[in-house]
Each structure stands twice: as structure tokens, then as C-alpha cells.
Nanobody
Framework: QVQLVESGGGLAQAGGSLRLSCAAS????????MDWYRQAPGKQRELVAI???????NYADSVKGRFTISRDNAKNTVYLQMNSLKAEDSAVYYC???????????????WGQGTQVTVSS
């Protein structure tokens, strides 16, 4: 069974930094896209950043210039470096991956359990 496990969330002050990690495990043949979403209380879930297997990235306008997404293909892990944090960045952050299973050679979508990020102003 495939699992996505997030870590690195917690408390930070405005202007500070956090680094989120998401490690995928299981019978994985390849990972196409890995991305990060976030959801604040009472708000819709939104895409924060996305990275392809070839390294192409895209960011939400609200985090552009402050956040950096990267991946280590050998470790099946995606990272989100969050700098210059603002109070409005507070949310539950979810890791997502589009990957191909070794057992079926078909592509599936998986979600992590989420990790809380709280930024104090």
C-alpha cells in the first residue's frame, strides 16, 4: 500500500521559516507530479506549489518568491521550503502525488494526512 507521510509542520513567527517534507513509500514505479495544498478553517483547499518529474515548478501567486518546492527522486520525497512566513500562511498543509504503481503499472492519485502550520503575527 502507498503512503504519503508529511513532517516539519509546527509554530513559527511572522518572518520566520519552516521546511515541510513528504515521503512516499510502497510499490512505486515512478512519480509524475508531487504538490502541496493547504486549507485554512472555513476556506477551500488551494494549490500552493507543484513540481513535475522533470523539475518544472509552479506556485500560487500568494507564495511566489517566498516558498520553494523541490524533490529528491531517489528518496521519493518532496519538500516545501517556506520563508518570510505570514499569518495568512497558517493552514493545514497536504502533500499530494500522482504516481505509477509497480504492481499494476497504472497511475493513481494519493494524499497525505496533513500537517498543521501556525504563524503568529
Amino acid at each position: 500500500q502507498v503512503q504519503l507521510v508529511e513532517s516539519g509542520g509546527g509554530l513559527a513567527q511572522a518572518g520566520g521559516s519552516l521546511r515541510l517534507s513528504c515521503a512516499a513509500s510502497g510499490p512505486i514505479f515512478s512519480i509524475n507530479i508531487m504538490d502541496w495544498y493547504r486549507q485554512a478553517p472555513g476556506k477551500q483547499r488551494e494549490l500552493v506549489a507543484i513540481i513535475s518529474s522533470g523539475g518544472t515548478t509552479n506556485y500560487a501567486d500568494s507564495v511566489k518568491g517566498r516558498f520553494t518546492i523541490s524533490r529528491d527522486n531517489a528518496k521519493n520525497t518532496v519538500y516545501l521550503q517556506m520563508n518570510s512566513l505570514k499569518a495568512e500562511d497558517s493552514a493545514v498543509y497536504y502533500c499530494h502525488a500522482e504516481l505509477q504503481l509497480r504492481t499494476t503499472m497504472r497511475t493513481y492519485s494519493y494524499w497525505g494526512q496533513g500537517t498543521q502550520v501556525t504563524v503568529s503575527s
